[in-house]
Structures are given as C-alpha cells and as structure tokens.
C-alpha cells in the first residue's frame, strides 16, 4: 500500500545521483547473474559428461585428468551390446510410429466431427496417456498382456509406448487441422472426386508436415523413454536400458562417448527443426 | 458418426473409429482396468487362481496403509515431488518472463534454441551428467574443495542430489507453458501498472501471474506427475535413505515377485496424480484443454 505514496514527484532533469542509479542497476546485476546461473546448471553437466569422454580415468570423471585419449569412441564402436540396444530401440521406434501416427491422426479427425460435449469427454480420455506417469502405464500394460499369457517384449514396449505418444500426435495433427480450409473439400467434391479421393489428395497433402513432424517426434520419444519400458521389456534391452544397466555393471567412458555422439546427433537434429520451422514460418508469412 | 461418414464416407470414417477404438479402449482403458482388478486381487498361486480364495478385497490398499516404511515413503514422494515443483517454478518463471516481455525477439529465439537441446537429451543421459558431476570424487568436489568452499569432500547423492536431477530434468515443462503464456501479455499492461506506482511484486502477483495462469497449473502439473513417477533420478541420484515410491513399486514387481501388492501401489501413483491434476485445474480454473497445448 506504501508504494503509491514513496513515489518520488515527477523527474525534472537533474542527474540522479551515483548511488541511486548504482542502486537502480542491482536488480538488473542479480538478475543477469540468476541467468548465468541458470545456463550453467543447464549445460555444465552436460559438458562435464562430453569432456569426460576423453579422459582416460576408467570411471567418466574430469578429476582428475589423467590424459586425453579417444579410445573410448572406438570401445563404443566394438561393443556388440550397444549396437544390439540400438536395433531394439530403432525396431520400437518403427512399430511406435507405424501406429501411433495413424492412430493419432484418426483420433484428431474424429475429434473434429464430434459435437462440444462430446468432444470434451474424449479429448480428456485421449490427453490422459498424458497425465498418467509412464511407470503406471508400464505396469497396465503388463499385467493385462499377462491375463492373454503374452509377457513383456517387444510387443509390449510398442504398445505401452503407442499408448501415449499416440497423444501427442493427435495434439500435433489437430493443431494443423485448425488451419485446414474445410470449403476445399467441398470444391473437390462439387469437381466430381470421391470421398476417398478427397481425403488422400486434399487434406492427407494438407497435413503431411505435421504427420512428417508428429512421425520424428514419435521417433524420438520412443528412443528415449525409460519409465515406460522398463516394466514391460521382458529379456529386451533398449538404448535406454542398457546405458541405465550399464550405470551399475561397470560405468566406463564408453558410455559417455555414447552420449556425446547422442547429444551431437540431438543438437544436429534441434537445430535442422529450428530451421525448418522458421523457414515455415516465413513462408506462411509471405503472401503468395 | 454422422458428421465422419458424411465427411469420409463409411469406409474411411469406419476405419477411423476402428484406430480410435483400439487405442482407447485396448491400449488406454483396458490395461488400467486390468490394473485396478490386479490391485484389488490376492496374490495366489497359480492353481489357486479362480478357487475360493480369490475374491475381491482392499488387502493390497491396507498392506500400503499399514506397512510404516512403505507408507513413509509415499508420502516423502509426494512433498519431495511438491517440493521439486515449486523449485522449477522458482527457477523458472524470472526466466520465463524475460524471455516472454523484455528480450529482444532475436536474444529470446537464442535463448529458446539453447533451451531445446537439453530438452531433447533424455533422462537417462541427463541423469548420468548429474551422477558423474556429483560422484564423491568428482568434479564438483574438485571444484568446491579447489575455491575453498568445501574442507572436505561432500556426498551429494541422497535426497538434496534427486532433488536438484529432477529440478533439472522437468525444468523445460515448466518453462515452455509458462514462456507461452505471458508471451501473450500486453506489455501495454505492465507499462500501465508500473506508471501508477505498482511495485515490481505487485506486478507480478496482481498481472502477470493471474494471466499466466494456464501455463503455470500446466508447469506445475507435469512437473509434478514427471517428480512422482520418475524412476531413474531416485535410482542413480539416490542414496539408500532417499528411496522413491516407483521404486517400491519396481521391487514389488521384479524382485518381491507381488504383482498384486505392486499394481495396487501402482493404482495408488495414478490416483494421486490425477487428483493432482484435478485439484490444480480446479484451483487455477483452468480447462484440460488448455493444458495439453
């Protein structure tokens, strides 16, 4: 309440004092070093865990520094079992995107023919996978699977995994749904195409940048999920499992060497999105 | 129905409902029902299975109830999640503000492409980061005994290391609502209150929050179901002391050999978080819808 009344009367211009405007600039000081700070807890470990790649200490640690080597990229390269896990988490991937991206598309089409309410009662159901921690919907999977006397596998990772990356492939095609102009169909029909025809020549080409989006985000999402797949992997290892195991059989600097190639392909890959993204956008801004 | 027939025609329109069904009802709704039935079961034999003693009952719910050291550890897991939302509410939202109101548009889209590339590096990997900067010889010790901050070296794994993990870990899903959701603030409306005398934390508590508010129930949300049903930061963060309830959860499953006992402790996880999400919804009057986003 005291604010209104410390106001000071209207500035004529006299220069401020030193002090007060030093004492104006702490709040800017503080906050640029709460961003510094920020960025260092952001990347700091991750450049530890790179660095470290290179050390030749057998435990991935910077101290101390014992010398620089990169045999640890070639003991990554020879090790049968990472590339085992890798095939495993690309074949998921595979089946994930095979039926989440349709899955997800008819579930946004659906969506938009259905009434308000509706609606709503299906869009929570659908966005639920969501909310749900992905330990509960290993486990789900897991125990209804075992009622048909299917253990867990690879099957069980596709599905318990498409359960909820389904979602969000639904949110990403409905999103660029919204922009679809439904008066084109209309135009095509009245031209004498089919429904059919329609569906695959006017709105499957409208919404292929998000089906090709939705299809790499799934991908990813595959790839790096552990929650999930832990409970229904059976005797299977994927990417993600085995760096997990491999933090409690013996953590070599193999493992980091993984994950720098892993952070290199990540950064690569933000960085393509980014572009694209913006080259998108771009476009969209310019009227053809 | 109508409406997609008319639109697709029958075929393309059944195949549609066809996709929409198996997911939810065989991979959504089927595996959960499956879970309550489970929780609600006795673990028996095999023969025993469909014999008399296998009847509905809440012995699994009362086993979680009555078992002090499991209960214990639910209810650290659920102030501990607390605890690690609001931390990445904190450390996120003076960010998320600059980004949103007083960052030049090129610095913010810098800032937001810096953002992404942790965010797209799984948790695993992140974690590990985390497990080797804090390993009792390593470099964070090194560091702190290096500035003479530290006599000696600290054990950082145990509740303080899950903690700052998994701040670390959630900290994009509750940046990027709340990013969003200022960014369509007026400037108009801070510039105004600032010109009638409001200070810097009227500011915020009386603007800015208030019209954030969807994206900050929606940080706060995920943030807090990611905290509750994280399993690798507890694991390689942890110390035998800061044991997380997924982990009771994973023993249950794969070393007590009681599926039972664990789909209930499981049932329990889901519960929670969906009275979480509820009761933030309700509490910032905001719909699921602007939730998923």
């Known amino acids: ?288 | 129905m109508g409406a997609l027939t008319a639109r697709f025609g029958a075929g393309l329109a059944g195949f549609f409902v066809l996709l929409v069904g198996f997911w939810l009802a065989g991979l959504v709704l089927a595996p959960n029902l499956m879970m309550i039935d489970f929780a609600l079961r006795p673990n028996l034999l095999p023969a025993d299975v469909g014999g008399p003693a296998d009847v509905y009952s809440l012995d699994n719910l009362a086993y979680l109830a009555g078992e002090p050291v499991h209960r214990d550890i639910f209810f650290k897991t659920v102030w501990a999640s607390a605890l690690v939302m609001l931390a990445t509410f904190v450390v996120c939202y003076p960010l998320a503000y600059w980004l949103a109101q007083t960052a030049s548009p090129s610095a913010a889209s810098l800032v937001v492409l810096a953002l992404i590339v942790p965010f797209w590096i799984n948790e695993v990997l992140r974690t590990l980061a985390w497990y080797i900067l804090f390993a009792f010889r390593g470099p964070l010790n090194a560091l702190l005994l290096g500035l003479g901050i530290l006599d000696e070296p600290m054990r950082w794994y145990g509740d303080g290391g899950v903690l700052v993990g998994m701040v670390y870990a959630y900290i994009l899903f509750m940046l990027f609502p709340i990013y969003n959701s200022i960014e369509s603030l007026e400037k108009a409306q801070v510039e105004a209150a600032r010109d009638l005398g409001a200070s810097t934390w009227r500011i915020h508590t009386r603007i800015v929050i208030p019209h954030a508010k969807a994206g900050i129930a929606t940080g706060c949300v995920f943030t807090f179901m990611l905290a509750a049903g994280s399993y690798v930061a507890p694991a390689l963060l942890g110390a035998p002391g800061s044991r997380w309830f997924t982990q009771i959860i994973y023993n249950w499953f794969f070393e007590g050999g009681d599926w039972n006992r664990g789909a209930a402790y499981a049932l329990v996880l889901l519960v929670l978080c969906l009275a979480v999400v509820l009761i933030t919804l309700r509490v910032f009057r905001v719909s699921l819808t602007d939730v998923a986003k």
């Not at chain 1, 476009?283 to 053809?288: E, G, I, L, V, W």
């Open chain 1, 1 to 288: 309440m005291t604010d209104a009344v410390a106001l000071p009367p209207p500035a004529t211009p006299v220069r401020t004092p030193l002090a007060t405007r030093a004492a104006a600039a702490i709040p800017k000081i503080l906050f640029w070093i709460y961003v510094g700070a920020f960025f260092v807890y952001l990347f700091a470990p991750l450049v530890v865990m790179s660095a470290a790649a290179f050390n030749t200490s057998r435990f991935p640690t910077l101290t101390p520094w014992l010398g620089t080597t990169t045999d640890w990229f070639a003991q990554m390269a020879d090790d049968a079992a990472m590339w085992r896990a890798l095939w495993t988490s690309a074949l998921v991937a595979l089946g994930v995107v095979a039926i989440a991206v349709p899955v997800g598309t008819a579930a946004a089409l659906v969506l938009t023919s259905l009434h308000a309410r509706a609606r709503s009662v299906l869009y929570a159901l659908m966005v639920s996978p969501l909310l749900t921690p992905g330990v509960v919907i290993g486990i789900a999977t897991l125990v209804l699977w075992r009622q048909i006397g299917v253990g867990g596998g690879l099957l069980l990772i596709v599905l318990a995994q498409a359960s909820f990356i389904s979602a969000y492939v639904m949110l990403m095609v409905a999103a660029r749904l919204q922009r679809f102009d439904r008066t084109l169909e209309e135009a095509a029909l009245g031209l004498g195409a089919t429904k059919l025809m329609v569906f695959r020549r006017v709105l499957l080409p409208f919404l292929r940048p998000a089906l090709l989006a939705a299809a790499l985000l799934a991908t990813l999402q595959s790839v790096e999920n552990y929650n999930t797949t832990l409970f229904v992997r059976g005797f299977e290892t994927p990417l993600t499992v085995y760096i997990a195991t491999k933090v409690r059989t013996g953590l070599t600097p193999a493992v980091n060497a993984l994950a720098l190639v892993m952070i290199a392909i990540t950064i690569a890959g933000a960085l393509a999105w980014e572009i694209a993204r913006r080259l998108e956008a771009r476009r969209a801004a310019t009227p053809s």
